[in-house]
Nanobody
Framework: QVQLVESGGGLVQPGGSLRLSCAAS????????SDWYRQAPGKQRELVAR???????NYADSVKGRFTISRDNAKNTVYLQMNNLKPEDTAVYYC?????????WGQGTQVTVSS
């Protein structure tokens, strides 16, 4: 059974940093592309960052230069380092992996950027 468990969200002031973690079980996250999505109130879920099995990464334009996605294969964990956070980054952040056309999602972790 595949499970994704996110952690690391919280309340942070503008300009601050957070690191989100996504621990995978039941699957090797290093084999498949792993993504971070986010969904703000009243908005559609959007792709924030992706890391492929070879390590290449992609980012939404709104987070380029501020967010970094990475993985630790030994820990089967994917990370999202978020720097210089802005109020518009406030959302629930979800970890996502697609395995053989099946979509797996974590439960989400809330990130709130506010002074």
């Amino acid at each position: 059974q595949v499970q994704l468990v996110e952690s690391g969200g919280g309340l942070v002031q503008p300009g601050g940093s957070l690191r989100l973690s996504c621990a995978a079980s039941g699957i090797s996250s290093s084999i498949y592309p792993s993504d971070w999505y986010r969904q703000a109130p009243g908005k559609q879920r959007e792709l924030v960052a992706r890391i492929r099995s070879g390590g290449t990464t992609n980012y939404a334009d709104s987070v380029k230069g501020r967010f970094t996605i990475s993985r630790d294969n030994a820990k089967n964990t994917v990370y999202l380092q978020m720097n210089n956070l802005k109020p518009e980054d406030t959302a629930v952040y979800y970890c996502h992996i697609t395995v053989l056309l099946i979509h797996y999602w974590g439960q989400g972790t809330q990130v709130t950027v506010s002074s």
